[in-house]
């Protein structure tokens, strides 16, 4: 299979050529965010730091780095750790798309299935990528540390801004016309979970990362 290598930001006709299944490396400018960034932007409605369409930052990515600070005050970025889209999407599922809506953003980056990629990437015109990758060679892309803003939350959770080349590789997950992977196999899934649940007697186990 041909290396498929795609620019940030995302063009009209890069977005429209992307498919559910593609695999992709990319190229430009991601910051990313964990949840405690979601809830300042989100929930207490702060602004963000840093204009990120003027800086050309084309995606955000659901994680947080791993980082060294060098005597010189320089950062090095030891891995970067993908997280669940789930763990960002509070509030009834929404909190994600409430901020892609609020930014303009053209795509997410993140661990797994996110809930309602299918209706709002296709609402929003946006890509959903899922990374498969491991921390350290997701790491070993980034070119240069742009930026850092919020660095009161902690080096992990503080929001990065870095440039890439040829991170990946990403599946598309979801593209812009609403096309899901997840979708296609949910009812499948579904059905083998409730049978895996029923045979440890799970069937009754509720999980939930807020109060």
């Not at 409430?98 to 661990?111: E, H, T």
């Not at 040829?166 to 096309?179: C, I, K, L, Q, R």
Request: glycine fraction near 10%.
């Amino acid at each position: 299979m041909k290396k498929r290598i795609v620019q940030l930001p995302l063009t009209e006709e890069t977005k429209k050529s992307l498919q559910a299944g593609d695999i992709v490396y990319l190229s430009g400018r991601i910051f990313n965010a964990r949840a405690r960034w979601y809830l300042r932007v989100v929930q207490e409605g702060r602004p963000l730091p840093a204009d990120i369409h003027a800086k050309n930052v084309g995606a955000i990515f659901h994680g947080g780095p791993i980082v060294k600070k060098r005597t010189d005050g320089s950062y090095q970025i030891k891995s970067l750790v993908p997280m669940p889209g789930w763990v960002m999407n509070g509030e009834g599922g929404t909190r994600t798309w409430q901020a892609v809506d609020k930014i303009g953003l053209d795509a997410i980056i993140c661990k797994g299935m996110i809930d309602g990629s299918s209706e709002y990437c296709k609402k929003l015109n946006c890509v959903h990528f899922a990374a498969p990758g491991t921390w350290i060679h997701l790491a070993k892309s980034i070119v240069e540390v742009k930026e850092v803003h919020w660095e009161d939350l902690g080096y992990t959770e503080a929001m990065w801004i870095f440039e890439i080349k040829e991170m990946g590789p990403f599946v598309v997950e979801t593209a812009a016309g609403g096309n899901s992977l997840y979708d296609q196999v949910k009812d499948e899934l579904d059905a083998k979970v409730r049978v895996l649940y029923e045979r440890e007697g799970l069937l009754d186990f509720k999980y939930s990362v807020t109060p």
